[in-house]
């Protein structure tokens, strides 16, 4: 089981931009960073979680929501046991709890975002958009 902690949330005006953290430890013996792929999601009040973005292991591959394509980039820095979600051009829809997850993989060139593929999950950090 792997710990998540999501921090860099905040308020923000649209239009404005966000840096997301999600930092990782507590790795079983013989594990580490890189044999996790790590999603980002969301949750807005009185609608379901949402895929937002993943990223494969080794960085080779990424995804992303329709919805923010363009705005939010996704990155990871395993030597630092950290993935961060870079939020651009936020919008009051962006308004949400964000969660990273993780799940652990010997593919190492994609990843799903398909919430049930993720056994580990941080407490999530609000975003709020607004002026």
């Known amino acids: 089981q792997v710990q998540l902690v999501e921090s860099g949330g905040g308020l923000v005006q649209p239009g404005g931009s966000l840096r997301l953290s999600c930092a990782a430890s507590?790795?079983?013996?013989?594990?580490?960073?890189?044999?996790?792929?790590i999603g980002w999601f969301r949750q807005a009040p009185g609608k379901e979680r949402e895929g937002v973005s993943c990223i494969s292991t080794n960085d080779g591959s990424t995804s992303y929501v329709d919805s923010v394509k363009g705005r939010f980039t996704i990155s990871r820095d395993n030597a630092e046991n950290t993935v961060y979600l870079q939020m651009n051009m936020l919008q009051p829809e962006d308004t949400a709890v964000y969660y990273c997850a993780s799940y652990i993989t010997t593919v190492h060139n994609t990843c799903v975002m398909t919430e049930n593929w993720y056994a580990d999950w941080g407490q999530g950090t609000q975003v709020t958009v607004s002026l």
């Open positions: 507590g790795f079983s013996s013989g594990l580490r960073m890189d044999y996790y792929a």
